[in-house]
């Protein structure tokens, strides 16, 4: 008994001396709470998180900022909603300069005189622009270009409009991001042969070559004409209209197409015009006329209203010998097309004479084209559709009211 008294007091010692160490461990455990204090002291480490808020004082400013932009609506609401889109014409006003891209070379529509100056159809509607825009038809910048450099200089925004015989596509008036103008010259693809060829019509051309210009509707109104008609031929393709004049002229191809108006300007470059011959057949339809770039709607607006004035003059009998006279009409047509009568000018912040000054300056449609290619010219290209609506042709222009 008294040794199993002796084992019982052993294990009650070892509990003791357990409790014992377990009982000090607690006392630092105790001070844990003490350690906390630094943690009570986190808040004064918080004091310059309190500071930001005084940092965001400036943020309460940026409601100021938004004032310009709550003007905004306002702005479109003016007297010119286009005011906002305008700025093209705010950009040629600045510079005092229309910059307006043409041809190459193509007599009778644009073309550089012995001089440099470049002279023709197309280049005079670069200066009734300028007219209208700035007062000044000789306000212009003219920058050549053959026809894969047109669309790029316009969509880039080196130039102002594209005046330079350029068709009106459904494509390059929707994916390419053009407007058109109206049309101021109606047109159609021709070819022209030999006169020795003994080629009278398309068919003849079977197993034959063709010259034409490379990135044109022309290229490609070739490729399917021909292919309709199941022709055979070869295209001998340049980039530049006198490269393929030359090519022609030399006897490299058997025909040359493009436009018909081409055909007759260009044909003054062979070695002898008279040994040709455009064939009667029309391949297309090409109506020509100039195009601005999409999203500058009051631009567009001064462009194509600038071909309406050179149109309207026309039909009223209205031309650069006697616009002065016109001013004292009794004509209300006459009045608000010149300007005298109404703010129609304004709404496309140009002066109300606008008009005028294009006609005055320039001349009206009839005066532009007989002094290009009029029956006066090497050219003679008669009117035909070129013709206003009352003489039997397609030129119509909306009222001026």
Same mark, same amino acid.
């Given at each position: ?8 007091l ?7 001396m357990l409790l ?6 607690? @006392? %630092? =455990?105790? +001070? &844990? !709470? $003490?350690?906390?204090? #630094?943690v009570?002291? *986190? ?6 998180? /309190? ?5 965001e @004082? %400036? =943020?309460? +400013? &940026? !409601? $100021?900022?938004e004032e #310009?932009?709550a003007? *905004?609506p ?5 007297? /010119?909603?286009s ?6 014409l705010?950009?040629?006003?600045e510079?005092g ?8 070379g193509?007599?009778?529509?644009s073309y550089?005189e ?7 159809f ?5 200066k009734?622009?300028?007219?209208a825009?700035?007062g000044?038809?000789?306000?212009v910048?003219?920058r050549p270009v053959?026809?894969?450099e047109r669309?790029?200089v ?5 130039v102002?409009?594209?005046i ?5 596509t459904?494509s390059?008036d929707t994916s390419l991001?053009?407007n058109?103008a109206?049309?101021?010259f ?13 080629i009278t019509?398309l068919d003849?051309?079977?197993?034959g070559?063709v010259?034409v210009n ?5 290229e490609?109104?070739l490729?399917d004409?021909?292919?309709?008609r199941?022709i055979?031929?070869?295209p001998?393709?340049f ?9 022609f002229?030399e006897?490299?191809c058997?025909?040359?197409?493009t436009d ?5 300007g260009n044909?003054q470059l062979?070695?002898?015009p ?10 297309s339809k090409?109506?020509?006329g ?7 709607d009051?631009w567009?607006?001064?462009v194509k ?5 050179t ?19 009794d004509d ?5 097309t010149?300007?005298?009568e ?14 005028y ?5 320039v ?8 002094l290009h290619?009029?029956?006066?010219t090497?050219?003679?290209?008669p ?15 909306p009222p001026?009211?």
């Amino acid at each position: 008994m008294s040794r199993k008294l002796f084992v019982v007091l052993t294990v009650l010692v070892a509990l003791s001396m357990l409790l014992v160490a377990c009982g000090g461990g607690t @006392e %630092p =455990v105790a +001070e &844990e !709470p $003490a350690a906390e204090e #630094p943690v009570a002291e *986190e808040p004064a480490t918080e004091e310059p998180v /309190a500071e930001e808020p005084a940092a965001e @004082e %400036p =943020v309460a +400013e &940026e !409601p $100021a900022t938004e004032e #310009p932009v709550a003007e *905004e609506p306002g702005e479109t609401e003016g007297p /010119a909603p286009s005011q906002g889109s305008s700025d093209t014409l705010a950009a040629v006003q600045e510079r005092g300069i229309l910059n307006c891209a043409t041809s190459s070379g193509l007599l009778g529509f644009s073309y550089a005189e012995e001089g440099g100056e470049f002279e023709g159809f197309d280049v005079t509607y670069c200066k009734a622009v300028a007219a209208a825009a700035l007062g000044n038809s000789e306000a212009v910048e003219i920058r050549p270009v053959n026809a894969s450099e047109r669309f790029p200089v316009l969509q880039s925004g080196e130039v102002d409009v594209l005046i330079r015989n350029t068709t009106w596509t459904l494509s390059r008036d929707t994916s390419l991001g053009f407007n058109f103008a109206p049309t101021t010259f109606y047109d159609g693809q021709g070819m022209m042969v030999r006169k020795d060829s003994g080629i009278t019509n398309l068919d003849g051309l079977s197993g034959g070559t063709v010259c034409v210009n490379a990135g044109t509707t022309t290229e490609k109104n070739l490729a399917d004409v021909f292919r309709s008609r199941g022709i055979d031929y070869e295209p001998v393709v340049f980039a530049e209209a006198v490269d393929v004049v030359n090519a022609f002229g030399e006897g490299r191809c058997d025909g040359w197409t493009t436009d018909k108006s081409g055909l007759i300007g260009n044909s003054q470059l062979l070695p002898n015009p008279a040994d040709f011959v455009i064939l009667d057949e029309t391949m297309s339809k090409e109506p020509l006329g100039p195009l601005v770039r999409h999203g500058d709607d009051n631009w567009f607006d001064i462009v194509k209203w600038t071909v309406f004035c050179t149109i309207q003059a026309e039909e009223l009998g209205i031309d650069s010998t006697n616009v002065d006279d016109m001013l004292g009409s009794d004509d209300p047509k006459v009045l608000n097309t010149l300007g005298v009568e109404g703010d129609l000018g304004q709404a496309m912040g140009l002066n109300n004479d606008f008009c005028y000054q294009v006609i005055k300056q320039v001349g009206n449609f009839e005066e532009i084209y007989n002094l290009h290619l009029g029956p006066d010219t090497v050219f003679n290209v008669p009117r035909g559709l070129n013709s206003t609506w009352l003489d039997g042709g397609l030129l119509y222009s909306p009222p001026f009211r």
